[in-house]
């Protein structure tokens, strides 16, 4: 019945099949007031394909370097920087392509650098026509979004810049990547009024002028170093930096502080060594080597989920994030910041200083009390030796005397 209603309706010439297909009715004007309805058949859809009603037809392929071999035709690869093996992929694609001069058509978002697709979109000689379209470029052409409110909704500038922006950020050189520092983030931690009365131990990176001078508070529990404070203050003289390393000193129970004496950092250290003790106080010179170290361990401790730190701080995410591992003419490896963040790194810096103050664990001074030999009046008898009477370092110590 449909078959001859659309042709008495002057449909174009299709097939009985073709009309008796599933689809649906569309009706068109072919002017001077008059119309004419066609019948347009649906596409068949299959687990892996969709062929059309005029015989073409798209055949979905697993993201594999062997899956596109043997096929011909023109070729999308969707979101390629995301593709593992994307160069084997390519080398498979481009065969297949190449045969009846079809085309490779390739959309994605970066994904860092050093991958084929970055290479595809930056290589000065490139034979593909190359077109971007960035969120500030999807707004010109109508598309109703407030950048900066979109900015703001996504929290994080290096996300903002590679997923809106389309920005190659070399996340491959990051010393600690996004992922991981935001599986480290705790909405608990960085709270000081969550302290359970623990152990503690302090990274403090000394500044300045103009960079940040910081202290990291982190208590260990249940064999989790979690944060219980950041402070960060900017040029602040260093009798003012004394006086929150006191505060935190009184307020928490520390078992080691890990202080930069790198240059303007031998006073500090010094001071801090006189007034806390040598034993619980210890300075670092940064340089190659040690700045590796550093860095090595609060590595692994995130890693393994050994650190918890503030969560949602976009600050703090650039500055853990900011260092960069480079590798110099020489072949040696270096960490670099890369000097987009609000400081030199310095949050990084104190949180891996304040990792490698846990790395020792406290021991306390064991010792049993014995008491001087005394007569039944309490005093000392003429035979006994007089032992000197000393206080010991460690928590909860109580007056005594060496055995």
């Given amino acids: 019945a449909a078959y001859k209603h659309l042709r008495n309706a002057g449909t174009p010439e299709l097939t009985e099949e073709e009309y008796t297909a599933p689809g649906y009715e569309r009706t068109r004007s072919t002017g001077e007031g008059k119309s004419v309805t066609d019948w347009i058949p649906e596409a068949k859809v299959k687990a892996r394909n969709v062929v059309f009603p005029g015989g073409s037809r798209v055949t979905a392929l697993s993201a594999s370097p062997g899956a596109a071999r043997g096929f011909g035709g023109n070729i999308l690869l969707d979101e390629f920087a995301f593709h593992q093996d994307q160069r084997l992929i390519w080398a498979a694609a481009i065969p297949v ?137 900017r040029k602040l003289k260093f009798s003012e930096q004394d006086r929150l390393l006191d505060s935190v000193m009184t307020r928490y129970r520390v078992a080691r502080v890990v202080m930069d004496q790198t240059g303007m950092g031998e006073k500090p250290v010094e001071d801090a060594k006189r007034r806390y003790g040598e034993e619980r106080v210890q300075g670092i010179q940064f340089s190659v080597q040690s700045k590796l170290h550093l860095a090595t361990g609060l590595k692994d401790t995130m890693q393994r989920r050994g650190a918890l730190i503030p969560a949602n701080d976009r600050l703090l995410r650039a500055d853990l994030h900011a260092i960069k591992s480079v590798t110099g003419a020489t072949g040696i490896r270096r960490l670099v910041a890369n000097g987009e963040t609000d400081g030199h790194a310095d949050r990084f810096w104190a949180l891996a200083m304040a990792v490698e103050a846990a790395s020792v664990e406290y021991q306390p001074v064991l010792y049993i009390p014995v008491r001087p030999g005394l007569d039944q009046n309490g005093l000392i008898t003429s035979g006994a030796i007089a032992r000197p009477i000393k206080t010991t370092a460690g928590f909860g110590t109580k007056r005594g005397v060496w055995g």
């Fill in 97 to 233: 392509a190449a045969r009846g001069g079809h085309k490779v058509r390739v959309i994605s978002t970066p994904n860092g650098k050093g991958n084929k697709f970055h290479q595809i979109m930056t290589d000065a000689d490139s034979e593909f026509s190359r077109h971007i379209v960035d969120l500030p470029t999807a707004v010109a052409q109508g598309l109703d979004i407030d950048v900066e409110q979109m900015r703001r909704v996504v929290g994080d500038d290096e996300i903002f810049n590679q997923e809106f922006m389309l920005l190659f950020i070399e996340e491959g050189s990051a010393w600690l990547p996004f992922d991981l520092v935001v599986a480290c983030e705790d909405p608990k931690a960085g709270i000081p009024l969550r302290y359970s009365n623990g152990l503690t131990y302090v990274g403090v990176d000394i500044a300045t002028r103009n960079d940040l001078f910081v202290i990291w508070v982190m208590e260990l529990e249940d064999g989790r170093l979690i944060t219980r404070e950041v402070i960060a203050e």
